[in-house]
């Protein structure tokens, strides 16, 4: 019971890396890899490639020995001819230095790569040529792996059920010597139980393999290709195809063109009337067979895709039959939507003739509508402008009535304050009054603060106004009984529509420069706009003006 509970619990911990993965999932995985395949092939040649540059011109015989294996072992199953001429390299090799061992392991390599490339004569003597008890023990797996792949290839062209016992005979001797350790005979113990139709404990098994093995791990293909082996022996038709899919994506992402998988899922499409999947996947199988050169998996899927085959081109004639119906309708279809067209082309031109008519008129009336509203706004403004223009003029007018009356009693007092002086003959006196700025200056700062009044009369919130348009640290705080300050009375002229530098100099009695520099610091201090500044200075007050 325990053995049962920890069997379930091996599985449901392997399984859930699968299971997330739908069989859709996967297909599309296996699809986007097809579609890539020359890529990964590209990126395995360029590894040999790199591989190759770095090799040295001094090394020894064994070294060289090793890194023609190397290179045999990455083309063995990517191009079997290619592996075949490094193999022949280690075989010189080996006799050159008389080395037994090394001379067995090469004929070994070179016995797999002859009979998966139809050169079955040349391996089975190969193979009669190696005394088994003169070979060392390391060789051993190596001397029964080639003879069971042997049988393997050669079954392809013969159903015998001798070359089925053979295979069976060797796996078993492959078994007794390999180490109980590794995954080699972990996954060749598998297979004898399959190949024995046991089922449930190896699929248990490859299950729990599965989940310890990476996909670009060589042996995660053959892993889950036994799945969808046992799949198919218990029937479950998903499980196969999900399996068999993993094995062929994982073999195509290695650049492995000796594979199984496609063929194997191919039939799987074929089965459930999928021709045009399974098409395709035959044709990238027999594409990497003839790729590697390996003859015995050609045999394999010349049947194969000549069934499928078949059925795709009747496929493939039934739809053109249905093809040319389809065109015949569509045709007759295009022709009365063509009149339909025409028709409703007639009348749509009435209709555009119509709303272009439409569409002219109230585009005159719209037109004579915004000159209406221009013309309003601008008889609007112009009679805000002479509103304000004829309250300035009357302010001002009768202040300056006042203010010349005012000064004219003052410059009669000043004369006949002189004339005195002068009757009296007091001329030192006269010379001082003269000489003396304090009566102009008492003068020029009661018209300052007369200007002040008036302008202040007619923009009461001018200096309120005016701070918020400066920064909250940079506005005008004035003075105990100060009504306005030099920089306020500069902008005060500007909102009367004196904007000339010099003529406001000359009326506050400063230089020019002076000025010019209270206008520009003002300007930087703006919380607006630099350029809007002084034109929405102008602006104050006429809001109250309209009202």
Not at 187 to 200: A, E, H, T
Not at 225 to 247: C, F, P, Q, V, W
């Given at each position: 019971m325990k053995n049962l509970f920890l069997s379930v619990f091996i599985v449901l911990i392997s399984f859930p890396l699968f299971a997330s993965e739908s069989t859709d999932v996967i297909l599309k995985e296996l699809n986007e890899a097809i579609k890539n395949k020359q890529h990964y092939v590209k990126i395995k040649e360029e590894r040999i490639a790199n591989f190759k540059k770095i090799k040295s011109d001094n090394l020894t015989k064994e070294q060289e020995y090793n890194y023609n294996k190397t290179l045999y072992l990455e083309y063995q199953k990517l191009n079997s001819d290619s592996a075949i001429q490094y193999v022949k390299k280690n075989i010189k090799i080996a006799e050159e230095l008389q080395n037994k061992e090394l001379f067995n392991l090469a004929q070994l390599q070179l016995v797999t790569l002859y009979s998966s490339s139809g050169k079955y004569r040349e391996s089975e003597a190969i193979l009669k040529s190696i005394n088994k008890k003169n070979l060392a023990a390391s060789l051993l797996p190596n001397y029964y792996f080639s003879y069971r792949e042997f049988f393997e290839h050669y079954a392809a062209n013969s159903y015998s059920p001798e070359y089925r016992s053979q295979i069976g005979k060797y796996r078993d001797s492959l078994l007794g010597v390999l180490n109980p350790n590794t995954l080699?005979?972990?996954?060749?113990?598998?297979?004898?139980?399959?190949?024995?139709?046991?089922?449930?404990?190896?699929?248990?098994?490859?299950?729990?393999?599965?989940?310890?093995?990476?996909?670009?791990?060589?042996?995660?293909?053959?892993?889950?290709?036994?799945?969808?082996?046992?799949?198919?022996?218990?029937?479950?038709?998903?499980?196969?195809?999900?399996?068999?899919?993993?094995?062929?994506?994982?073999?195509?992402?290695?650049?492995?063109?000796?594979?199984?998988?496609?063929?194997?899922?191919?039939?799987?499409?074929?089965?459930?009337?999928?021709?045009?999947?399974?098409?395709?996947?035959?044709?990238?199988?027999?594409?990497?067979?003839?790729?590697?050169?390996?003859?015995?998996?050609?045999?394999?899927?010349?049947?194969?895709?000549?069934i499928i085959n078949t059925v795709y081109l009747e496929r493939e004639a039934q739809r053109k039959s249905e093809l040319q119906i389809y065109l015949l309708c569509i045709s007759l279809l295009s022709l009365f939507l063509i009149v339909a067209v025409i028709y409703v082309y007639i009348q749509m031109k009435k209709v555009s003739r119509i709303r272009s008519e439409l569409y002219e008129t109230s585009q005159k009336l719209a037109e004579l509508n915004k000159d209406i509203t221009e013309t309003n706004s601008q008889l609007q403004e112009s009679n805000l402008q002479l509103s304000e223009s004829n309250l300035v003029k009357e302010e001002y007018i009768a202040h300056f009535f006042n203010l010349c009356s005012t000064y004219i009693n003052k410059l009669e007092n000043y004369r006949i304050i002189l004339n005195k002086k002068a009757t009296a003959k007091q001329f030192d006196e006269i010379y001082k009054i003269l000489k003396s700025t304090t009566l102009v200056d008492n003068e020029l700062e009661e018209l300052y603060k007369n200007f002040d009044i008036i302008f202040l009369n007619l923009y009461p919130t001018f200096v309120k106004d005016f701070n918020a348009l400066l920064i909250p640290e940079e506005q005008i705080v004035l003075k105990q009984n100060e009504l306005l300050n030099t920089e306020l009375r500069i902008f005060a002229l500007i909102r009367l529509g004196i904007t000339d530098s010099v003529k406001i100099a000359a009326f506050l009695r400063y230089s020019l420069s002076t000025i010019y520099n209270y206008r520009t610091r003002a300007r930087n201090k703006a919380a607006v706009s630099r350029n809007d500044f002084e034109e929405m200075v102008m602006k104050i007050g006429s809001k109250a003006l309209k009202v």
């Open positions: 080699d005979y972990q996954i060749n113990r598998i297979q004898q139980d399959i190949f024995n139709k046991k089922f449930d404990g190896p699929r248990k098994q490859l299950l729990t393999l599965l989940g310890k093995t990476k996909e670009d791990n060589p042996q995660y293909a053959m892993i889950t290709y036994l799945l969808g082996k046992i799949a198919e022996a218990t029937h479950d038709l998903e499980s196969r195809k999900k399996y068999y899919a993993l094995s062929a994506t994982s073999d195509i992402k290695n650049a492995n063109k000796d594979n199984a998988s496609l063929q194997e899922l191919a039939l799987v499409f074929y089965e459930i009337g999928d021709v045009d999947m399974a098409y395709k996947l035959t044709q990238s199988a027999i594409e990497d067979a003839l790729y590697c050169n390996v003859q015995f998996r050609t045999l394999l899927m010349s049947e194969v895709y000549s």
